[in-house]
T-cell receptor
Framework: SQKIEQNSEALNIQEGKTATLTCNYT??????LQWYRQDPGRGPVFLLL?????KEKRKERLKVTFDTTLKQSLFHITASQPADSATYLC??????????FGQGTTLQVKP | GAVVSQHPSRVICKSGTSVKIECRSL??????MFWYRQFPKQSLMLMAT?????????EQGVEKDKFLINHASLTLSTLTVTSAHPEDSSFYIC?????????????FGPGTRLTVL
């Protein structure tokens, strides 16, 4: 069956450290993978997109990797700050305009 | 990007009544909008794709007669939950899809919290 999985347990890290979140999928062949940030009671906000033929993408303190062999994407936040505390969602873009979302991983950055 | 608004942000209604949620694209003409539902601690689940000037496309398992979608203009889509029941209580979010050079990015509204008593 098709699945997209993120670590459902919250990730707690100390300010200044690098946060690494994982997104695994099975039985999908996404053309692209997107990462979104969602704060409580709010809609998701687009962060980064990576194509299937790209290994890595960076934007300021954010870095995304995409391994189509492992069927995995890693999302890194370097020099994390308490303001980075939120739920991060990965989404598979199958090239149809629709997105398939993971359940999200909640990140808590402690000062 | 696109700025997307939703109204109302919160609504409480009695079981059996109908509730309308509006989704507006404030700075972008959207031929396609998407409606999602999110239960606590769960993923966003796509309910339907709203197409301007034509019928919405519903995902498997979503009752089109219960969740009425009207995309009357390029800036407005509405979702009406008819005969709402407590199990329809959820966070409803719309999004606007913007075509990029090779893929679409979605810009989401702030969501509407529906509570059915």
């Amino acid at each position: 069956s098709q699945k997209i999985e993120q670590n459902s347990e919250a990730l707690n890290i100390q300010e200044g450290k690098t946060a690494t979140l994982t997104c695994n999928y099975t039985n999908y062949s996404p053309a692209y993978l997107q990462w979104y940030r969602q704060d409580p009671g709010r809609g998701p906000v687009f962060l980064l997109l990576i194509r299937e033929n790209e290994k890595e993408k960076r934007k300021e303190r954010l870095k995304v990797t995409f391994d189509t062999t492992l069927k995995q994407s890693l999302f890194h936040i370097t020099a994390s700050q308490p303001a980075d505390s939120a739920t991060y969602l990965c989404a598979l873009d199958l090239g149809t305009g629709k997105l398939i979302f993971g359940q999200g991983t909640t990140l808590q950055v402690k000062p | 990007g696109a700025v997307v608004s939703q109204h109302p942000s919160r609504v409480i209604c009695k079981s059996g009544t109908s509730v309308k949620i509006e989704c507006r694209s404030l700075d972008f003409q959207a031929t396609t909008m998407f409606w999602y539902r999110q239960f606590p601690k769960q993923s966003l689940m796509l309910m339907a794709t709203s197409n301007e000037g034509s019928k919405a496309t519903y995902e498997q398992g979503v009752e089109k007669d219960k969740f009425l979608i009207n995309h009357a203009s390029l800036t407005l889509s509405t979702l009406t939950v008819t005969s709402a029941h407590p199990e329809d209580s959820s966070f409803y979010i719309c999004s606007v899809g913007i075509a990029g050079a090779s893929t679409d990015t979605q810009y989401f509204g702030p969501g509407t919290r529906l509570t059915v008593l």
